[in-house]
């Protein structure tokens, strides 16, 4: 019996007679020494089929993969090693399952030898709760690590920063690819490059900026992708976030000029007595140059708001430069001349009629409005008391650029004047104005009915308690004509000083 059985595995064990498919395709030089020869190659490595399988399938797993291998070898090779693990999975599977089960069966065993013995003893309070590991547990940390090691090896190979695992979707991503569990086919380049890519460019982030006089500091992201159209909706976040800072430190709450942020900015304020909603000044700056029609003859992108302004400088600089290169050889000889859309552009080029007068009535128009914009669109200075007056040093710059001329400059001051009464005519613009020292004091001051209206607007929603309105009505008394401290030298220096360094 014992020699039958020699003789059977010494045969197995015989160079040329292994049963396994990998054999098929390598040489077995010494099975003592457990050294293969490729086939394809003719590499010779040490290690058994195991390896040579790996180096065949191209796994780069403690082997070179083979340059010569066939497709459909390399395929079978690979679908051989995915067997092998899989059903090692499901034994280690069923073995831990094994052992859980006899473990919790000499627990319950145990307890219930404790059992009588425990009613006697006093328990140990905040002691550590110490078990011993199971066999599932060590063998699902293996599983672990060979999964975090093929994470790993992605990252390195592709250089994705380590630091991309701090990123809060990169749990996210786990967990969902947990919950689709087995079978999961990841995405393609074209999925990665087109189809996500145009889904994630359509979502609607809302970032949330707390300001005070230390600083501006970012509060929070809200993907508002599903909400962002609807007012009710948008009203219940900004108040949640106003809830979160609490009312008492809330003075002004800032959005952009969309009818659905408009709308849920008088809700907020009709709920929360105490503090104001605004547009944001920048937007509606931008907003006043839409009387170009939104027409930009290029949008190189250089500035947020300013792009078309700098566009037609740029052009109006280089008239004459245009002017050559049109009239060039290499222009008429090129086969864009002969297009419809070059002939027209040569058209545009050599308008001096209408598109070269247009662009520097254009740039007249626009320059002091790029000013403001660059006054309230800045994050380093508070703009708020210097934006009433403002608009109206640039609506007589503007009439001074076209020579006091009505008609071109009207168009442009209905637009002013209409944005400006439906956005940004506001209590706070207005107190920003009046308290502000540098205007208070100087000879042009204007201080008619709407300013003064807006002042006390803004002292009745800040200031609930009468008493304190009438102390804050006689300091403002003694403000405006300069009495007391206010009117000490150091005081009027000081506050001529500060205003114009947050003007510059």
């Known amino acids: 019996m014992s020699s039958s059985a020699s003789k059977k595995q010494s045969t197995k064990n015989a160079p040329g007679a292994r049963l396994d498919p990998g054999w098929d395709h ?56 995915s067997a092998s693990s899989e059903e090692s999975r499901k034994k280690k599977q069923r073995v831990s399952t094994m052992y859980d089960l006899k473990e919790e069966e000499g627990e319950v065993k145990q307890q219930a030898k404790k059992c009588s013995m425990d009613n006697f003893v006093v328990r140990k309070s905040g002691g550590l709760n110490v078990r011993q590991t199971t066999i599932n547990e060590k063998w699902k940390k293996q599983d672990r690590d060979e999964v975090c090691q093929i994470m790993a090896r ?117 709920k929360r007595k105490r503090l104001f909603w605004t547009p944001c000044a920048a937007h509606f700056i931008n907003w006043m140059k839409q009387f170009t029609n939104g027409k930009e003859l290029i949008r190189p992108g250089v500035t947020r708001f300013a792009t078309s302004y700098l566009t037609m400088r740029r052009l109006s600089e280089l008239k004459g430069n245009l002017f050559n290169f049109f009239c060039s050889d290499k222009k008429k000889t090129s ?7 070059g002939k027209k552009i040569e058209s545009i080029i050599f308008d001096n009629q209408q598109f070269w007068p247009n662009v520097e009535l254009c740039l007249k128009i626009a320059s002091p409005l790029i000013k403001v914009l660059r006054m309230v669109d800045s994050d380093e200075k508070p703009a ?52 502000n020292p540098q205007f208070q004091y100087s000879p042009d001051f204007q201080s008619d009915a709407n300013i003064k209206r807006g002042l006390y607007d803004c002292i009745a929603k800040m200031v609930p308690e009468s008493g304190e309105r009438v102390k804050i009505d006689l300091q403002l008394d003694d403000f405006r004509h300069a009495n007391g401290l206010f009117g000490h030298e150091n005081a009027l220096i000081g506050g001529n000083l500060m205003a114009m360094s947050v003007q510059s």
Not at 335 to 341: D, E, G, S, T
Not at 396 to 418: G, L, M, P, Y
Request: charged fraction near 25%; include cysteine.
């Open 335 to 341: 086969m864009y001349a002969r297009r419809n859309k």
């Open 384 to 435: 708020m008391g210097f934006l009433y007056k403002a608009i109206d040093q640039a609506k007589e710059e503007i009439k001074q650029n076209v020579n006091n001329i009505r008609k071109r400059f009207e168009s442009a001051f209905a637009i002013i004047d209409k944005r400006w009464e439906d956005q940004l005519s506001h209590p706070l613009h207005a107190t920003g104005y009046y308290l």
């Open 26 to 81: 390598g040489i077995e030089i010494d099975s003592n020494k457990k050294q293969f020869q490729c086939k394809y190659c003719g590499i010779t490595r040490a290690g058994g089929v195991y390896r040579l399988k790996h180096h065949l399938a191209c796994t780069h797993t403690n082997v070179e993969p083979c340059p010569s291998v066939p497709e459909d070898v390399r395929t079978q090779m690979f679908d051989l090693l």
């Open 154 to 270: 992605w990252f390195y190979t592709s250089a994705v920063p380590f630091n991309a695992v701090n990123s809060p979707l990169f749990p996210l991503m786990i967990r969902k690819l947990g919950e689709y569990g087995k079978g999961f086919k990841p995405p393609s380049y074209h999925e990665m490059r087109v189809t996500f890519l145009k889904k994630e460019r359509k979502r609607t982030m809302n970032n949330f900026l707390v300001n005070s006089p230390a600083g501006t500091v970012f509060l929070s992201s809200v993907d508002t992708t599903d909400i962002s159209k609807t007012a009710q909706k948008l009203f219940e976040l900004l108040d949640g976030i106003v809830e979160k800072i609490g009312e008492d430190n809330v003075v002004q709450v800032i959005t952009d000029n969309a009818s659905n942020y408009k709308a849920a900015g008088k809700i907020l304020m009709e």
